[in-house]
């Protein structure tokens, strides 16, 4: 611990006020998402608890027929914004998280596989990944949830769905991080410490995972931090569009996806708030990995 | 580049320039499932079919019945089994050939055939014979007093089209089967398809030849129909002044339109009721204390004031008012009422609850989804626990119909306002001929009968004593819980001169420009 606080990155992170301001926002969301069935006043995906009476109320004013208030007012269904916000902004980081984990072992793997053993191998990884960067990420992440959403059972479609989002989400965002480790290991395997390694006899496997690896992550954590973000976003689109998150169980995009259709005749809290707490969440989680990209990269020193 | 940008301009103000004044821009939440005219007994799907194929009679806008390719209609006085429809002199199909008797005994048949979804129309019917070229004898089993009653959304087609393009018959779509005429018309209406892209854009141009070119105002020269499911985009598409006419404004935004320079909304009841439908055969709904009880744990009047805002008129039966049979008491709903709810479910022996699914359409009545969702907090506290399965119609459709849904939504508009049609379709076992909508699995014999003796019932005082018997019976099973009628709101340009029709079904040949 001495050692990271004494740590030029940690130097470097104490005067940058943007990554400071950055972590505080996304550590605060976060601690909310984790701490929503404490910190919230109602639980959002307890139907028997919503009152339809208690609808469009707008924040901070008494509802006309139950008398009740809500900071953030309440949904088309009574549902307490504030409520909704946490527990979608749960989902919503739940699935990024998740999603990037996904695609960064995934990529990870790949990378290390095509960089080390090359050939044959090498050109089928890559081209699949060229193939796949023709396609923007999202689409291929729509292209799958239909194709999984096809093949399940109706009865478990609803409850696969946050699954089935991760899975898209994963598979469609690899590519980054097995190009990066690609050409960090084609220039890490050349090296002595590898042509060591490989003469006291340790296997493939071993050299990439225990030898490889760690000097190749530290791009990986810049990428992972980015594609975040995108999945966060890619969750809310995906959500927004009407192929996420159900709306009983509303993530942030199908919070602005509800909203949407209320922006017109004035309840325009629905639509603010999520897109605002979207927003905020996005734009911190990019301006953090911005932030590290700058610092761990050398170069730009 | 700026070359480039100059001709891009240009451009687009040749296209906007294109569309004058009478073309018409419509747009609705969902499109028409299929352009073949028997296919699909469905609101928008005959919406758009009104438009390029007729019937033989139709109704007005007060919902009398005036001729259209049938000039008259009497049943014989000697044989009172039998209708005589007198036709059409010079009526022409879009690809020019004549239309004559062959073709109405071609369409009758055709709408009676496998894969229809107008036969319970007819199931009445015993033959259809030409008399001569112009002449048609409908044949019932029993003298059916109300027979041209069912003939309003009864499409007529070309014979010789239908056996050149293979399409003799409709085709299924719950089975997802497809045929030349799902997408190719030849109708006698008003308007010729020029192109149709599914859920996206379809479009009409008037019919040169067409037989009502003076009787009708016609002002229409062209129909651009686009489906908008987003309740947003539409209003904002009409605010925009992107489309000129609006079939359902969102409740939400009536005043936001309303209060707009150069827009209109026009209201009117719509002959159209909602509900939900439960398996009564398979399930714990096939407890009859079960469906009581969700029966009594929807809030209806909270459905009206939030969800529809006051657009809607609640109800106890599946039967809008504008139908023989409809009566203030039977349309009285029960009070809302948890408590009693949670006692008979303890009763039928479910304290605890189960776990059901809601199939649910988003692109077809008002608020459809946000009902259903709604109706999901209100079934969750007396510990049903519902799974929404939101889908477009499309998909929505065939699921309800095919019987595998233990709970679903479907709303259901009477052209013929005669009760017998909603028994027909949602009353009726399900057979070959009858009760094609009635995926409940509600099966009473003595009911079944009483239905079909109304075909042939010619004292109307017993008829109305028959219906009454059978809403007691409908009521009793409790296999739909109806929630309200609709209220229709089209919003228009206010230059537009256009009556809504209590169907929803607009009639582009009657609409004319201030």
Request: charged share 15%; with cysteine; glycine share 6%.
């Amino acid at each position: 611990m001495n050692r990271f606080l004494d740590s030029d990155f940690f130097h470097d992170f104490l005067r940058a006020p943007v990554a400071l301001i950055s972590f505080c926002v996304v550590l605060i969301l976060i601690l909310s998402a984790v701490f929503a069935q404490f910190i919230a006043p109602t639980n959002p995906f307890d139907p028997a608890s919503l009152e339809l009476m208690n609808g469009f109320t707008p924040p901070l004013e008494a509802n006309m027929f139950t008398g009740e208030v809500f900071l953030l007012g309440t949904d088309d269904q009574g549902r307490d914004l504030f409520s909704a916000i946490l527990y979608g902004l749960r989902i919503s980081l739940f699935v990024g998280l998740m999603a990037v984990t996904l695609a960064m072992v995934l990529g990870v793997m790949l990378g290390l596989i095509a960089g080390y053993v090359g050939g044959w191998l090498d050109n089928l990884i890559m081209r699949l990944a060229d193939i796949q960067m023709t396609f923007p990420s999202i689409l291929i992440a729509m292209l799958i949830f239909g194709v999984a959403r096809g093949l399940l059972p109706p009865e478990l479609r609803y409850e696969m769905a946050i699954t089935v989002l991760i899975i898209s989400i994963g598979l469609s965002e690899w590519v980054p991080f097995a190009r990066t480790v690609r050409g960090s290991t084609m220039v890490e395997k050349e090296k002595e410490y590898i042509a060591a390694a490989r003469l006291i006899g340790l296997n493939r496997w071993q050299i990439m995972i225990r030898h490889i690896l760690p000097n190749v992550l530290g791009p990986v954590l810049v990428i992972a931090t980015i594609t975040f973000a995108l999945a966060i976003i890619a969750e809310a689109t995906l959500s927004f569009l009407g192929v996420g998150a159900p709306r009983t169980e509303p993530s942030l995009g199908t919070l602005i996806r509800v909203g949407q259709d209320y922006l017109f005749s004035g309840e325009w809290w629905i639509l603010l708030f999520p897109a605002l707490t979207l927003l905020a969440l996005a734009l911190a989680v990019n301006l953090l990995g911005d932030w590290l990209r700058d610092t761990l990269n050398p170069r730009l020193k | 580049m700026f070359h480039k940008l100059l001709l891009t301009a240009a451009a687009i103000a040749a296209s906007t320039v294109t569309v004058s004044a009478e073309t018409i821009r419509w747009a609705r939440a969902g499109d028409s499932i299929t352009m073949d005219p028997h296919a699909q007994n469905e609101g928008a799907t005959h919406a758009l079919a009104h438009q390029i194929y007729d019937t033989l009679l139709q109704r007005d806008m007060s919902g009398s019945i005036i001729p259209s390719l049938a000039l008259n209609w009497e049943a014989l006085a000697d044989n009172p089994n039998i209708w005589r429809l007198k036709l059409r002199e010079g009526v022409t199909f879009h690809d020019g050939s004549a239309f004559d008797s062959e073709d109405v005994v071609f369409s009758l048949n055709r709408a009676m055939a496998d894969g229809s979804e107008m036969k319970e129309l007819l199931s009445s019917v015993k033959d259809v014979r030409a008399f001569d070229a112009l002449t048609v004898d409908i044949e019932t089993n029993g003298a059916n007093p109300l027979l041209v009653n069912n003939l309003t959304n009864m499409f007529m087609m070309d014979k010789g089209w239908a056996t050149a393009n293979d399409v003799l018959t409709p085709h299924d779509v719950a089975k997802n089967e497809t045929n030349f005429a799902t997408m190719n018309t030849n109708g006698t209406g008003a308007f010729v398809l020029v192109s149709r892209s599914v859920d996206e854009k379809t479009v009409l141009t008037a019919n040169p030849n067409y037989w009502g070119k003076d009787i009708y105002p016609n002002k229409v020269t062209d129909i651009i129909y686009t489906p908008i499911q987003s309740a947003a985009t539409r209003v904002a598409a009409l605010l925009s002044g992107e489309v000129d006419i609006i079939q359902d404004v969102p409740v939400q935004d009536l005043n936001r339109v309303s209060s707009t320079d150069g827009l209109a909304v026009a209201t009117a009841a719509q002959n159209r009721v909602v509900f939900f439908g439960l398996d009564t055969v398979e399930g714990p709904t096939s407890n009859l204390k079960v469906r009581q009880a969700m029966n009594i744990a929807i809030n209806r009047d909270a459905i009206k004031k939030i969800v529809m805002r006051e657009q809607s008129d609640p109800t106890g039966v599946i039967m809008p008012p504008f139908v023989n049979g409809w009566t203030e008491e039977l349309n009285q709903y029960p009070d809302y009422n948890v408590d009693a709810a949670k006692a008979l479910m303890s009763e039928a022996g479910f304290a605890n609850g189960f776990d059901i699914t809601l199939n649910c359409p988003n692109d077809r009545y008002v608020n459809d989804e946000a009902i259903c969702q709604a109706a999901v907090g209100m079934m969750a506290r007396i510990g049903v626990n519902v799974t929404l399965d939101a889908k477009p119609k499309a998909q929505h459709f065939p699921i309800a119909k095919g019987g595998d849904a233990d709970f679903y939504m479907l709303g259901w508009g009477v052209p013929t306002f005669d009760s017998h049609y909603i028994f027909n379709y949602l009353v009726h076992t399900q057979t070959d001929k009858r009760g094609s909508w009635n995926p409940t699995g509600y099966s009473n014999a003595d009911v079944d009968a009483m239905i079909v003796s109304l075909e042939s019932e010619t004292n109307l005082a017993a008829r109305d004593a028959t219906i009454a018997k059978i809403w007691a019976a409908v009521q009793d099973a409790q296999m739909y819980l109806p929630i309200h009628n609709q209220v229709l709101n089209w919003g228009m340009k206010s230059n537009i001169n256009f009556d809504v029709q209590p169907e929803d079904q607009p009639h582009f040949q009657f609409l004319t420009f201030n």
